[in-house]
């Protein structure tokens, strides 16, 4: 039988997974569409959450209840922060050279994308120095049981925030994929993704595709990071690190697939909890950087479009 | 600026000459130059003096070691990704390198790094030498290894060694059919590039007696990066501009730490770098050297011809199924030395699926090569050992002077570590290899009627002269077998008549010549024997006399009852 303590790390490492997936779901959308790796992209996510509370809360952000509001506004703001971050990206680095992404070795979107993450970072450090913040949590998913614990039959207890985080994550992965799946504008992804020239011929335009992923994506990255934010202290740098852990999902799942996003991201997410649990926390930020290059070098195949 | 401060530049200087050589001449995205400082950097200090305790110089020659095994490493787990993917690879690297250090602060001294307070010895006691380390002259080592540096990439771009890293970025696929050894190049590459980056993590850290975290973040990877692009990729002496930029610039990348604060040095790394792929001119560049002339004068001497005596390509019984379609069915056929063989067929009777198994790229049948099975194993090797085919679109390296391309094929097979050495030094027989190979190109060109347009950039050609150039880079290889897939596509009639000439050259020089085609006058024309192929099946095979009065081909191709 699972241990407590066993069965709480795997529930908050498939929490974190199913946040990882929302913003894996974002990176393979763009790789499939763009063929461009979102460099960005976990900045955006750890970035819209703050800038949000930047504008909600101001420069010393607490974890402190947030009045009705604020958190409304903070919800709002967050989604939008993340779609607008996402859409100027698209628009300054990849829209003026969408041809170069077609180019093999093409350095300008690789760089752009760099480039956006580290403004991003950079400019947010300015505002807040710290090491790392608690952030309030506008969803208040702990007060959805007492004390935010769930007892489960048999005595043990489960944070019910992780619960919840996790059916939101899964939930809303699985309408994302049931969107691109049956809409007009999930058919013309494929489109573009398949077939840019072809799907030109076909009178819809490649731009307005990869804008409208990014912009997707950017909405996925503004909840992940409002699902991410409170579970731990969160530093303005931690975002690289989830961009890179996402990538490594969706390379799991394989490009391009969404319901393989999805997955991947709740294998890195466990695999991370077990990690830090088993050899100390240091190895929550090394495990996935580790799976990302393992499974580059041992499945390279996963990169190819499918 | 102060010895110290200017002997780091040098040093950053040397890392990003390495990254250089990665990015700009062989195109490979290469984001972990600051994991390779940090192997460097962190082993000189842990293996030297005060660690454990191991001379400098040993110290130092297995840190850059250890960092050039990482660098081919790298390349041996990356080996199958493209561009985008790669650079997400060495990303991760970077980073992995930075949270490895703090994490484990027992071994690497955590965010704090590690300080070897005591001055820095050299001592050889074979020689009875002694050497104190001063600042002044780490700057001379410093400005020693940037020299050198600078010397070998001149050279490596100017002279034909340097030709396969223009072909790694161009396209890796073509490169490779026209048998140059593109993995083995692209390990040789990155293992260069981490090895520079170690010497300058060694060399700066020795400098500064001090290495943290800091000093080796990805951050750096990103500044060094910047650097390469500022300078513009084309030019060898790009990376020196570009970090003369960064030291000139107040708190920029190579300021302290302490004076400007990291936040602000990343904001203007960032914005830098934004400027610098919004100047896409810069990033997009082709390289100079790329599209010079070839250097020095063809030998006098009129260039030895490639022996193509006495090849015969045989297959027997290829049976190839795709998912419900039998592309081939039991297809035997022999080219013969001497002899223009062309295949024709309606769309979709199995042709190219043909030319792929004759060429090893796909495995069917048993395919022998002068009565030896043809098993070699990777497309480089199968183009040495005398079958060379070219791809059915013309694949067109915009970054080469169609010279330079055709001499990509003429040296392809030569080995690397010692004809770079050799150019570097350059030696007589450096020299004497170049002026053969400028005269086997030049004749190459003559042969294939491009002589004139030898120097001309590569996106002003016409398509047929595409083709035409990309039937010369197969034919300066040297094989004795040469597939050519539709080489007539897209030709004038006058290109077409230039073509045929080629073609009957070639054969009547002994070669076993193949061409997949559909122009059935150029057919007729030039080919000795012709095979008929329809739904996977050999319809027909003979001279063209014979073939043309078959009554199954007739029905086939006109419809003839």
Redesign the interface.
């Known amino acids: 039988m699972i241990s407590g303590v066993l069965l709480q790390v795997v529930l908050a490492g498939l929490a974190q997974g199913a946040v990882l997936g929302l913003v894996a779901l974002g990176f393979s959308l763009v790789a499939g569409t763009a ?3 979102p ?1 960005a992209h976990g900045d955006i996510v750890v970035g819209s959450i703050f800038l949000a509370v930047l504008a909600v809360v101001g420069r010393t952000p607490t974890a402190a209840r947030l009045a009705g509001a604020g958190s409304v506004a903070l919800v709002l703001l967050c989604l939008a922060a993340g779609m607008a971050v996402s859409g100027l990206v698209a628009g ?2 990849v829209l ?2 969408l041809a ?1 992404a077609r180019r ?9 994308g ?3 993450g ?2 991003l ?3 947010l ?2 505002y807040l ?1 710290q090491q790392a913040y608690a952030l309030p949590d506008p969803l208040r998913l702990d007060a959805l049981a007492p004390g935010g614990l769930l007892r489960l039959p048999g005595g043990s207890t489960v944070p019910v925030r992780a619960v919840c985080v996790l059916a939101i994550g899964l939930l809303v992965g699985l309408l994302a994929e049931a969107l691109l799946i049956r809409s007009r504008f999930g058919a013309s992804v494929r489109a573009v993704a398949d077939d840019p020239v072809g799907a030109a011929l076909c009178g819809v335009s490649a731009r307005r595709v990869v804008f409208g992923a990014f912009l997707l994506a950017g909405l996925l990255a503004g909840l992940a990071g409002l699902l991410t934010a409170p579970g731990r202290a969160l530093s303005v740098d931690d975002g ?2 989830l961009g ?1 852990a996402a ?1 490594a999902a969706a390379v799991l799942g394989g490009i391009g697939s969404l319901r393989g996003a999805v997955a991947g991201g709740l294998v890195v997410g466990t695999v991370q909890a077990l990690a830090a649990y088993a050899f100390g926390s ?2 929550y ?2 495990a996935p ?2 799976l ?2 393992a499974v ?2 041992l499945r ?1 195949s996963a ?1 190819a479009l499918r | 600026m102060s010895a110290v401060g200017l002997a780091q530049s040098l040093w950053l200087l040397v890392a990003a000459l390495g990254l250089a050589l990665a ?1 700009s001449y062989a ?3 290469m ?1 972990g130059q600051s994991a390779f400082l940090a192997v460097g950097g962190y082993g000189v200090l842990l293996l030297g003096p005060g660690g454990a305790g191991l001379p400098l110089g040993v110290a130092a020659g297995l840190a850059v070691s250890l960092a050039a095994a990482g660098g081919y490493l790298t390349a ?10 790669l ?3 060495t ?3 970077a ?2 390198a930075q ?2 250090l ?3 602060p027992d071994l690497f001294g955590g965010t704090e790094g590690i300080t070897r307070a005591a001055p820095a010895r050299l001592v050889s006691r074979t020689l009875g030498v002694q050497l104190t380390l001063t600042d002044r002259i780490n700057l001379c080592l410093a400005a020693g290894s940037c020299l050198l540096i600078l010397a070998a990439l001149y050279r490596l771009g100017r002279g034909p060694a340097g030709l396969d890293l223009a072909g790694l ?1 161009e ?2 696929g073509l490169t490779a059919s026209l048998g140059v050894a593109v993995a083995a190049r692209r390990r040789a590459v990155l293992t260069t590039t981490a090895a520079l980056g170690g010497l300058a993590g060694a060399g700066s850290a020795v400098l500064l007696g001090v290495i943290s975290p800091v000093d080796v973040s ?2 750096l990877s ?1 500044e060094l ?1 910047l650097a390469v ?1 500022l300078g513009g ?1 084309a030019r060898w002496w790009g990376p020196v501009l570009g970090i003369a930029v960064l030291a000139a610039l107040p708190g920029g990348a190579l300021a302290p730490t302490e004076l400007g604060g ?2 602000a040095r ?2 203007l ?3 830098l ?2 400027a ?3 100047a ?1 001119t810069v ?2 560049r082709r390289p100079r050297h790329d599209l010079a002339p070839l250097p020095g004068r063809p030998s006098e001497l009129p260039p030895p011809r490639p022996a193509r005596r006495g090849a015969e390509l045989e297959l027997s019984h290829a049976s190839v199924r795709y998912a419900g379609v039998t592309a081939l069915d039991g297809v035997s056929l022999t080219l013969r030395g001497g002899q223009v063989h062309a295949l024709i067929g309606p769309n979709g009777s199995g042709k190219s699926t043909l030319l792929d198994v004759l060429a090893g790229d796909l495995d069917a049948g048993t395919v022998r090569l002068d009565g030896a099975p043809h098993r070699a194993r990777s497309v480089p090797d199968r183009v040495r050992a005398g079958v060379v085919r070219t791809p059915q679109q013309a694949t067109v390296l915009t970054g080469l002077s169609p010279a330079r391309q055709v001499a990509l094929g003429a040296r392809g097979g030569a080995g690397w570590p010692q004809a770079v050495l050799r150019q570097l030094f350059g030696t007589p027989r450096s020299r004497q290899q170049a002026a053969e190979l400028h005269a086997a190109v030049a004749d190459t060109l003559d042969v294939s009627g491009l002589s004139k347009l030898a120097d001309l950039d590569p996106v002003r050609l016409t398509a047929g002269e595409r083709q035409l150039l990309q039937v010369a880079r197969a034919v300066a290889t040297g094989a004795r077998v040469l597939l050519f897939d539709e080489p007539a596509a897209g030709m004038t009639a006058a290109e077409r008549g230039q073509l045929q000439a080629v073609l009957r050259r070639l054969a009547d020089g002994g070669a076993a010549v193949l061409i997949v085609e559909h122009d059935l006058r150029l057919v007729a024309a030039v080919a000795d024997r012709i095979t008929v192929l329809d739904a996977g099946r050999v319809l027909a095979t003979g001279d063209a006399a014979s073939v043309r009065a078959d009554p199954a081909v007739r029905h086939a191709l006109l419809g003839v009852r």
């Open positions: 063929r461009i790796l460099f300054l680095v003026p050279d170069s093999p070795n093409s350095l300008s979107w690789i760089a752009g760099l480039a956006a580290l403004l970072r950079a400019v450090g300015f120095p690289v690190v890179l990538a240091g190895f930020e090394l950087l580790v990302l290059v580059l070098a390279p990169t | 990015v195109g490979l995205p984001l041996l787990a990356t080996a199958r990704l493209d561009g985008g993917y650079a997400l690879a990303w991760t690297l980073w992995l949270r490895t703090i994490a484990f970025r396209s890796p990805p951050l990103l990066l692009l990729t990291a936040p990343a904001v790394t960032a914005l770098l934004l610098a792929v919004a896409r990033l997009q």
